[in-house]
C-alpha cells in the first residue's frame, strides 16, 4: 500500500542546509515534522526560520545525536513517526580524508543507531541521502552515470554512505524474509544548489566548500577569492563538469519518493539533472546573478576530482515520474543570492 498523506515524518539533519529544505517542504505540504539535529554542523536558527515560515504547521525539534538510539526510539514512538528522512551526516570528501573515524562513525555508525531505533519503535519507512560520490571515478570515464555503474568510492566520505546503503539493504532484506515489512529509497544526489525561492531559508555551510555558496560569499567580501581547481581537463573549458540540482527540485524528489515507498520497495535513483555545467560557467552565472565579477584565481587540480560527473537521470524520471522543474542556473543562483545577500552573515 502507498502512503496516506499527511504523515508523521522524522527528518535528521534537518537544521542543515537540504534537511531544512526539505522539512519546510514537509510542513508546507500539511505533514507534522520531527527534527532531529545535533547542530554539529547545522543552526537552530535554521529551525526557528522554519517555524516563523509556517506558523500553522507542527515542527518538533530535538537537539540530539543520531547515535542516541534509545533517545530516538522514544522519539519516534511518542511522535508515532511514519516515515524517516535521514540526512544527518558528515558531508565534506577531504575531511573524510583527514578525519576517516568520524565519517564511518557518523555516516554509518549514526545510520546503524537510526536502523536500530526504526526497529524498535516499527517505523518501516526510510529514505536516505546518498551521494554520487558512492560512485568514485566513473568506470572507462563514463560521462553519464546510471544507477548499474560499478560503485567504487575514493574517500571515506564515499565509502561511508556506500557502506550505509548496503546496511539498509541488508536490514530490509531480513525484515522481508521474516514476514515483515521494510520500504526504503537511497536517493543519490549529485551537486545541490540553490535555496528557498523566498527566501525565508538558506544555505550556510562552515566551512563553505561548496561552489555556489563559495562564489557568493567571495562576491560578499567574506571569503578570500574563490580557487578553480584545475583548467586543464579534457572539457571544453578546462575546468571540471559536475551535475547541478536545484534544492527545491530535490525536495521534490523525496516527496515522489515517500508517495512511491510500498511494503517492500527498494529504490536507489540518482537525482540529478543529466545536464552538465562547468566551474567556469557556474562562476559566469553567478557574476550574471550578482551583476559583479566573482574574485577568483586558478590553481592545481585537486587529487582525486574527475573531469566530468553527470547523472543519467532517466531511471527516477521513469519510476517517480519526476523530472527537474528549475531549468537554468540562473534561477537556483538567484534564489541562493537572494537569502545570502539579505543575511549576509548567514544564521548568525
Ligand atoms: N549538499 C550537497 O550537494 C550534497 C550532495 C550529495 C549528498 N548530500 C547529502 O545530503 C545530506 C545533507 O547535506 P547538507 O549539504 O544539507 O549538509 P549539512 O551539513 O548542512 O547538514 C547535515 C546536518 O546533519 C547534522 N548532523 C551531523 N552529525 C549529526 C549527528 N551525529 N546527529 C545529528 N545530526 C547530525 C548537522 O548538524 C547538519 O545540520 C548529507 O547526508 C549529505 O551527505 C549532500
Given at each position: ?41 547545522g ?16 515542527i ?17 514512538r ?33 545510520t ?27 568506470v ?13 568510492p ?86 571540471c ?51 559583479c565579477a ?44 537572494r ?10
Amino acid at each position: 500500500m502507498p502512503f496516506q498523506s499527511p504523515n508523521r515524518i522524522l527528518v535528521t539533519g534537518g537544521a542543515g542546509y537540504i534537511g531544512s529544505h526539505m522539512a519546510l517542504r514537509l510542513a508546507e505540504a500539511g505533514h507534522s515534522v520531527t527534527i532531529v539535529d545535533n547542530c554539529f554542523r547545522g543552526h537552530s536558527a535554521a529551525v526557528d526560520a522554519l517555524r516563523k515560515a509556517t506558523p500553522n504547521a507542527t515542527i518538533a525539534f530535538e537537539k540530539i545525536s543520531i547515535h542516541e538510539t534509545d533517545r530516538l526510539a522514544q522519539i519516534m514512538r511518542a511522535s508515532q513517526i511514519d516515515a524517516v528522512i535521514h540526512f544527518a551526516a558528515l558531508a565534506y570528501v577531504g575531511e573524510s580524508v583527514e578525519r576517516p573515524l568520524d565519517y564511518w562513525w557518523t555516516n554509518l555508525g549514526g545510520t546503524l543507531s537510526l536502523l536500530k531505533a526504526m526497529e524498535s519503535a516499527n517505523v518501516r519507512r526510510l529514505i536516505f541521502s546518498s551521494t554520487c560520490a558512492t560512485y568514485g571515478i566513473p568506470v572507462g570515464g563514463a560521462n553519464s552515470i546510471d544507477e548499474s555503474c560499478p560503485q567504487h568510492p575514493i574517500n571515506p566520505y564515499g565509502a561511508a554512505k556506500l557502506a550505509a546503503e548496503h546496511a539498509i539493504s541488508d536490514h530490509q532484506n531480513a525484515i522481508l524474509r521474516s514476514g515483515g515489512d521494510f520500504a526504503y529509497a537511497a536517493l543519490r544526489y549529485f551537486n545541490v544548489i540553490g535555496c528557498d525561492p523566498q527566501g525565508r531559508i538558506g544555505e550556510d555551510h562552515r566551512p563553505e566548500s561548496h561552489l555556489v555558496p563559495s562564489c557568493l560569499l567571495a562576491v560578499l567580501g567574506r571569503r578570500e577569492p574563490l580557487c578553480i581547481m584545475g583548467d586543464d581537463y579534457p572539457t571544453s573549458d578546462g575546468t571540471c563538469i559536475r551535475d547541478y540540482v536545484d534544492v527545491g527540485d530535490l525536495c521534490a524528489a523525496h516527496l515522489a519518493a515517500l508517495q512511491a515507498l510500498t511494503a517492500c520497495e527498494a529504490l536507489r535513483l540518482n537525482v540529478g539533472t543529466g545536464r552538465g555545467h562547468s566551474v567556469l560557467e557556474v562562476l559566469q552565472a553567478c557574476e550574471r546573478v550578482c551583476r559583479c565579477a566573482v574574485p577568483a584565481v586558478r590553481g592545481a587540480r585537486r587529487a582525486g576530482d574527475p573531469p566530468m560527473l553527470v547523472a543519467n537521470a532517466t531511471q527516477i524520471q521513469r519510476v517517480l515520474r519526476w523530472s527537474p522543474a528549475v531549468q537554468t542556473l540562473d534561477e537556483s543562483i538567484e534564489n541562493a543570492w537572494r537569502w545570502m545577500s539579505t543575511n549576509p552573515k548567514g544564521y548568525d
